[in-house]
């Protein structure tokens, strides 16, 4: 699968804008296709995915690192079980500089499995595009 990459523009700093994306444990309240992220004692993130392809709702848990932190301006999770076993990488890497009088970020998603076939760039392009506006009210409530 290609990245799937979105842009989201938001009349807030960039703080705030930022604080909705490098903690996963808030994506569930803006991003439909995260239903569960709940922090773990070692700083990982146990994740589930959720998503209607058609008439069939498939689900994943994922465990999930940050291991790319700078502080107030960029965040990459990757999946990192601890099972011994290999399974398909999934990337998020979120991106936020100043855009204007507000802040801009730029998302991009990716995953080599065949967990959902060739449909899963649609389903997340249109996951993140149905989020756009969630996120921007989260961001600039705060």
């Not at 058609?54 to 848990?61: A, C, M, V, Y």
Request: glycine fraction near 6%; include cysteine.
């Amino acid at each position: 699968m290609k990245p799937v990459q979105v842009n989201v523009v938001a009349p807030c700093p960039v703080e705030q804008l930022f604080a909705c994306v490098d903690d996963l444990a808030r994506y569930p309240a803006w991003l439909d296709l995260v239903q569960r992220a709940e922090p773990e004692v070692d700083g990982a993130w146990s994740v589930v995915l959720a998503a209607r392809l058609g008439p069939l709702r498939r689900s994943k848990q994922l465990r999930m690192v940050r291991t790319v932190y700078e502080a107030g301006h960029y965040v990459r999770f990757e999946r990192q079980e601890l099972d011994g076993r290999a399974h398909a990488a999934w990337v998020l890497e979120a991106e936020v500089l100043p855009a204007g009088e507000g802040s801009e970020l730029a998302m991009t998603m990716s995953y080599d499995g065949q967990w959902w076939g060739p449909l899963i760039e649609r389903v997340l392009a249109e996951q993140i595009d149905a989020a756009r506006p969630r996120l921007v009210a989260l961001a600039t409530s705060g």
